[in-house]
């Protein structure tokens, strides 16, 4: 009883219900051949079969599941990369058969992404592993069924993004996968879907068996097998605590973020892929605070023209339109190494990175930047550059964008020559030089998940020091203090889009603090918003200024749970997880 297992919350929501096991389909390649014309054919008829079978599904979604039809599009796009295709065929003409070639093409690629870190960028490789699979399931008549009658908790060694999109809300009432990640898109769709999710809860097929009693708990990471009366009685209460709180936070979405004394800042979302974007407006964002790009290179084994960039940036900022969308130009290196084999470095947290490698390679960055101001022409588009370290980058990239500028000119392109143009402090030595940076540009955010680190000096991907590492640090509050005074200062605005946005603890600091903008995830905005509007600005000010005064991380958490248990007693729960998790 109580078998207790911790994976990684993917989605949030607890849910309660009997297993259903979605056994691993394991493709062994043919080593039968016939000649390279007939392994050819058999590859192109299985992509044809494949193309038809995901054309289906979106027939079959689209209506009930538009982010899912969204995540098919992807699928059938990956269907016609020559990236893909052109890597499977030369296996085949090196004499490999059909299904051995597509086997070596998705190992050759597990290997090269196994040497990156950043878990959003490995994700990625499920996205095309998942294309490959389903091809040899087509060559090897494999049928998988994940329909069942009755309502299911569903388990799995892993849930392609393709399975995720078709699942039925109504029978599933959420699943556990041993593999994936936060960032992947079966993450991302089961977010979007509303239903509660776990990954990377490994081993967990080991112990359990279909029809067994379960609860997910997607707030916190945990699965429990075969509950005992008192766990399951426990869990019902929080269920329905839980569908109170959704049933206000719903309220709240269409409201501005307001503090009870009238200060209003902009609460946008932090997306990674276009499909995010009814997400973030379903919530009640209002805008995109940073937009990733990195995934539109990271999908391609050359670097992305300029009219592919074009269209993924017109596509959102369309979407998006009147409210702003913030778009971060490249930020290659550290933690999000791209396939590019001259990126490769020992030590890339301190190396060529952000806007060091943008400047060092003017072509790539001119492209991107011509990409993005052809999108901006409803004049809601925003550049942000990474990565800045000092003034001269700042100058230089100003420099290379009004060149750009003038070139679309030139060409009689029409863009918005009035876009805002801002960087990112993630560095201490541009948290220091805050109020000499912010002459010369037009906004900041804040990215406290590598200005903690590098205050810190913590590898954030090092799990043997992961502890060490935390944004409500007294020197990373103290350090954000002096970019917000620094930017208010010269006129600018100043936002923060780091992990600290999201985390519930934080949001009276950063009130107190006199942020303008809060980028968050999509399902924190309900959230954080209400605490926003339940809190006054002179209260959240006091607050901060306890807060600067205390010498350890230990102290600042248990003060500010207090302080916000004394203004939402309904947070007592959730805030009791964060900081048992935060102990462990």
């Keep these: 009883m109580n078998k207790v297992i911790r994976g990684i919350p993917a989605s949030p929501g607890i849910t309660i219900g009997k297993s259903f096991i979605l056994l691993k389909t394991v493709f062994i390649p043919s080593e039968k051949k016939g000649t390279i014309e007939q392994e050819l054919a058999t590859f192109y008829k299985a992509l044809s079969d494949t193309k038809r079978e995901l054309t289906n599904i979106i027939k079959n979604i689209e209506k009930k ?17 020559p990236f893909f295709i052109e ?27 196994s040497n990156i870190k950043d878990t959003y960028l490995k994700d990625r490789f499920l996205d095309i592993q998942d294309v490959g699979n389903r091809i040899l399931g087509k060559m090897q008549g494999e049928k998988k069924i994940l329909h069942f009658q009755e309502p299911h908790i569903l388990f799995a060694h892993d849930l ?25 898109h079966t993450a991302i769709m089961a977010r979007a879907l509303g239903i509660p999710a776990v990954v990377g809860a490994r081993g967990i097929l080991d112990l359990t068996n279909n029809g067994v009693e379960a609860i997910i708990d997607g707030f916190r990471g945990v699965v429990i097998l075969e509950p005992d009366e008192d766990t399951k009685r426990s869990y019902d209460k929080r269920i329905s605590e839980y569908q109170e709180i959704d049933k206000k936070l719903v309220d709240i979405t269409a409201l501005p973020a307001t503090t009870i004394d009238g200060k209003t800042l902009d609460l946008s979302a932090n997306i990674e892929l276009p499909l995010e974007i009814d997400s973030a407006k379903n919530n009640g964002a209002r805008g995109i605070g940073l937009f990733r790009t990195e995934f539109i290179y990271f999908s391609s084994d050359n670097i992305p023209d300029e009219e592919t960039q074009f269209k993924i940036y017109d596509e959102v900022a369309e979407k998006m339109a009147p409210d702003p969308l913030i778009i971060r130009t490249l930020d290659s290196g550290g933690d999000k190494i791209l396939r590019w084999s001259y990126l490769e470095e020992e030590n890339p947290f301190l190396g060529w990175r952000g806007i060091r490698f943008c400047l060092d390679r003017e072509d790539i960055f001119i492209t991107q930047l011509r990409a993005i101001l052809r999108a901006s022409t409803r004049n809601n588009v925003k550049i942000m550059i990474p990565m800045v370290s000092s003034i001269q980058e700042v100058r230089r990239a100003k420099e290379i964008l009004a060149k750009t500028k003038e070139s679309l000119k030139k060409e009689e392109k029409n863009f918005d020559e009035n876009l805002e143009f801002g960087v990112m402090v993630e560095v201490p030595s541009t948290a220091l030089m805050a109020d000499k940076i912010a002459e010369i540009v037009d906004f900041f955010s804040i990215g406290t998940n590598d200005l903690t680190q590098y205050t810190l000096a913590v590898d954030r991907t090092n799990e043997r020091i992961s502890h060490l590492f935390d944004h409500l640090h007294p020197s990373v509050i103290k350090l954000m203090k002096m970019t917000i005074d620094g930017g208010h200062s010269r006129g600018i605005w100043v936002g923060v889009c780091g992990e600290i946005a999201s985390d519930i603890l934080a949001t009276p600091i950063l009130v107190g603090l006199g942020v303008d903008e809060i980028s968050i995830t999509p399902n924190m905005v309900p959230p954080i918003k209400n605490i926003i509007r339940g809190i ?8 901060t200024e306890k807060v600067l005064q205390l010498p350890t991380v230990k102290k600042i958490r248990e003060y500010l749970r207090g302080e916000l248990l004394v203004r939402f007693p309904y947070l007592e729960a959730l805030l009791l997880e964060v900081e048992n998790d935060k102990s462990n």
């Excluded at 499977?88 to 992404?113: C, Q």
């Excluded at 109504?170 to 041993?178: A, D, I, K």
């Design 65 to 81: 599941n538009k982010e899912g039809k969204k995540l098919i599009d992807m699928q059938l796009l990956i269907l016609q990369d």
């Design 536 to 543: 006054s600005e002179k209260e959240a000010r006091s607050i």
């Design 87 to 113: 890597g499977v065929e030369e296996n085949i003409r090196k004499g490999e058969s059909a299904s051995k070639s597509i086997f070596l093409f998705l190992n050759n690629l597990k290997e090269n992404f």
């Design 160 to 184: 392609t993004p393709s399975d995720t999109a078709q699942l039925d809300k109504e029978r599933c009432l959420g699943f556990v996968t041993e593999l994936g990640g936060k960032t992947s």
